[in-house]
C-alpha cells in the first residue's frame, strides 16, 4: 500500500507562483502524475515523470508554466506552478501508476491517490 500526501497549495495572485510536493510512503518505481479537478468538473491531467525522472508529458495548459521534477531520494514529486491564472484553481492530486504507462493520461489508470491540495489562483 502505497500512500501519498501533497502539500504546497494556497492562495495566490495571477501571475504568482506556487510549488506543489507529493510525497510517497515507499519509493514507488512507477510514473507519479499530477491532476487537478475543479468544482462540478472532472478530474483532468496536468503533468507526469516516469520514475528516472527522464521523460515527463504535460497538458496543453500546463505546458510552458509548469515543471515537473522528481526526488527520488526522498520519495517527492514537485509540481512548480508559474504565470498562475483563475482558472488554474482547483484541487491538484497526486498519484501514482500500477504499470507505468506515462503517456496513458486516464486518472483510471492511477492505482494510488493524495488527499489533494487546494489552490486558489485570484484575478
Known amino acids: 500500500q502505497v500512500q501519498l500526501v501533497e502539500s504546497g497549495g494556497g492562495l495566490v495572485q495571477s501571475g504568482g507562483s506556487l510549488r506543489l510536493s507529493c510525497t510517497a510512503s515507499v519509493r514507488t518505481f512507477s510514473v507519479t502524475g499530477w491532476f487537478r479537478q475543479a468544482p462540478e468538473k472532472e478530474r483532468e491531467f496536468v503533468a507526469a515523470?516516469?520514475?528516472?525522472?527522464?521523460?515527463?508529458l504535460y497538458s496543453d495548459s500546463a505546458k510552458g508554466r509548469f515543471t515537473i521534477s522528481r526526488d527520488n531520494a526522498k520519495n517527492t514529486v514537485y509540481l512548480q506552478m508559474n504565470a498562475l491564472k483563475p482558472e488554474d484553481t482547483a484541487v491538484y492530486y497526486c498519484?501514482?501508476?500500477?504499470?507505468?504507462?506515462?503517456?496513458?493520461?486516464?486518472?483510471?489508470?492511477?492505482?494510488?491517490w493524495g488527499q489533494g491540495t487546494q489552490v486558489t489562483v485570484s484575478s
Open positions: 515523470i516516469n520514475w528516472s525522472g527522464g521523460d515527463t
Open positions: 498519484g501514482t501508476q500500477g504499470y507505468g504507462n506515462l503517456r496513458d493520461t486516464r486518472p483510471d489508470v492511477y492505482t494510488y
